[in-house]
């Protein structure tokens, strides 16, 4: 659609306080962020420009291509196992159910809880000695399982990660706010078809959430399992060895070391890691987009024989 | 109804909020006090004290704003930032021993030299400013001092067959495998969080291997190896779990008493003489003894040697107004002043780089810190103040590293040097 040149002043002025919002608070800080990486710098002392020689230390630290290994794993989770999760949930509960209010409530509670009393609660529940995972175990008679779960190499990043995993409300609550809004008529001539439950989830649900909610929510996912900080900072501080460390917690630790460069330098790392992420979601979506489209234009063809 | 009742609730907010804004004389100087001493630090109580008595001495002409803040990690990164940009509060407390000289040689704080010369420096201990002053310069005051004795369950070493606190190495590991035999744990390790206690014991095997000179070489010297391979035998003896554990459980366990030896700084004491910490009336501090760092066979220290840090730095920013400078000197020297700080360090259990006289009530865990602080033969600082702060960022990952059989004790220490230099 082409401007017309008297729609330009309106338009231009609407979005002149978000462009300007956007340059102060993003545009800005992350050009500052990508020269600082540039530098060596103590925030004390006058800064040193270095070259590459910041991301070179970062190929070079292995707790830095952990972290990274880290949040890519987590990333995946989020958005291939938390996300399809929620969207089970979603599905199951968007047919209303005997107590689907109480369980919609149940899944979504966790939200309004904090990220770090979460991670001090699961802190207690893993504990080696006094840890209700390790007394239940001991309670039924498997306390050779019992373990310093996040003192051990091999079970640290997985306790870390699983618990999260089920913490799946917000995306369900988008989920079936999108649901609810497809057409009913659909699922009356699939029930007239003889399509089962299973399959109009199938074939009707997920087609029809696919490129809206679903692709949000796994966008959403795992943006939010790149930035994981908080939780594994409360949890174990990307320990034992460095094992749970994430990107954002390791950015963390060389500013604490008043590392600035290299801090920096992960930062922009973890733009790039977000951008790759978001681009290649993108992608797989769009090259099924086009069944999207063949589907919809069934319906719209069995709609119009009807 | 309605726009009477939104007017009301409007206007009733607006109040609200003008009521809430603290209200200052015009002319009155306000210093702005981010602290760390809130809480339930153990020297918060007689902090508040302080600055309740100096506001009240100083009513409509100075009033000291405490901005409050309880974690030591929030408050670090709080101040870093501050400095960073050129924002340093008026008054802030310092901890990061290997920091002190690049704050020092920024120039944001305020020179307190003059000040110091003017008879105020009298105050201090002898040779408290040596390590810490630029070009002859005093701007950042090192005031609490800490120590690090053992303290020791004298009722669990007696139940192991202990009585008395091991001289050597060899006899310590020995009443490790008895207290153990006993079923308690020997002591407290942590590799979780920051690995304080792990530090600290790690700084204690390195002075007794490589003496007062093992920081010379950096950590080229072979201490450094050796004591990592101590630190790893001493996890074989602590609690389970120790290798996620923090600083709570380390506290925890030898609040509960199932464990023999704690390990921390003096502002600790206070919590022996809990009456929350006592069972059946009996204080913890009641059945505690201090003792000294035991002699390791063929190693260089000498069972007097004592870790120590400055675990407190006062610092105050550079100020353009005069009267303000003033004001904020007076209330450094308000603090500062060895009646109050006697007090002070009686409540707490904290020590400071003051000439006091302590109380005849001080107690006897203080009393002995005391003791063996005043019989060193020397002084080292613990190893997160003696390296750069990507040492003591590096340390709960090699530790743990260590302690699972990811690396032996050169991978230890390599580990260690090699976060120093990407630092660099």
Redesign the interface.
Known sequence: MKLERSDRGPLIAFLLPAIVVMVIFFIIPVIYVVVVSFLKW????APIARGFKNYL?LYK?K?FTRSVINNVIWALVAGFIQVPLAMVMAIILSRKPKGWKFFRTVYFFPQVISGIALATLWRAI????TGLLNGLLRAVGLGHLAR??????ET?FPAVLIYWVFYIGYYMVIMMADITTIDSSYYEAAVIDGATDFQQAIYITIPLIKNTSLLTCITLASVMGLRQFEQVYML???????TTSTIVLYMY?K??????G?ASASAVVLIIVGVIFIVCIRKLFEGRSEQAKQLRALKKARRAVK | MKKTFALLLTLVMVFGLVASMPAYADDEIIINFPSIWVGTDSKAAYMSKMIEDFNAENAGKIKVVVEEQTDY?AY??KI?TT??TGNAPDLCVLDTTF?IK??A??G?FMDLTPYLNEGWGENFTDGAFDAWSVDGKVSILPFEAAVFPLVYNVEILKAAGWDHFPATYDEFFQMCKDVKAAGFNAMGQM????AWSSMLWYSLIVEAIGGKDVYADGLDNPAFVEAAKVLKEMYNYT???????TAS?VNGHFIARDTAVYLNGPWWIANLYKDDNAVDGVKLADVCDVATNPVYEGGKGDGKGLVTTVQGFLAAAKQDDPAKEAAVVKFLQYISDPERVSEWALSSGAMFFIKYTPSPETSLISQKFTEISNNASYTILHVNGAF???FS?EF??AV??L??N??DEEGFVDQLQTAIE??E
């Open positions: 103590n925030g004390i002392s230390l630290d707790a893993y504990s080696a000695d310093d779960w996040l003192g051990t190499i640290a174990t501080n990307g320990q034992p060895a460095n630790k500013m604490q070391d008043t590392n600035y290299v | 990690q670090r990164d870093r400095i960073t920091d690049a704050y040689e920024s944001k590799a979780g969080d920051n609690f389970d779990g120790a290798v996620s554990a459980d750069p702060t990507a960022t709960p990952a743990s590293a302690v699972l990811q690396i990407l630092a």
